[in-house]
């Protein structure tokens, strides 16, 4: 599976910008997808997650009630619409995928195979 993060700009505080991470690979709609972050000077960190299906999602508490995230498996693709950015957003967010079940291994780095190159959002405030 390969990842392909984009959406990433300059945007005052209070916008909203939206991630698109697209996918290779026909089995990319078993993959569970998460978005994490990595601000300058900072270690990353989880921002949002999905399952396979979409059914379930998962989010730091730093972005809950601001962002959300959703699939659309038709078109290998997972968005993270993100709202009300405030400048603390700011930071290269990347996409990443794995195979796992748990709802625990959502929120870890580690559980994830495939990472794509990141996109960089910044927010001014």
């Known amino acids: 599976v390969q990842l392909q993060a984009s959406g990433g700009g300059l945007v005052q505080a209070g916008g909203s910008l939206r991630l698109s991470c697209a996918a290779s690979g026909r089995t990319f709609s078993t993959y569970a997808v998460g978005w994490f972050r990595q601000a300058p000077g900072k270690e990353r960190e989880f921002v949002a997650a999905i399952n396979w299906s979409g059914g379930r999602t998962y989010y730091a508490d730093s972005v809950k009630g601001r962002f959300t995230i959703s699939r659309d498996n038709a078109k290998n693709t997972v968005y993270l619409q993100m709202n009300s950015l405030k400048p603390e957003d700011t930071a290269v967010y990347y996409c990443?995928?794995?195979?796992?079940?748990?709802?625990?291994?959502?929120?870890?780095?580690?559980?994830?195979?495939?990472w794509g190159q990141g996109t960089l959002v910044t927010v001014s405030s």
């Open positions: 990443a995928a794995g195979y796992f079940s748990g709802r625990d291994y959502y929120y870890l780095s580690e559980r994830y195979d495939y």
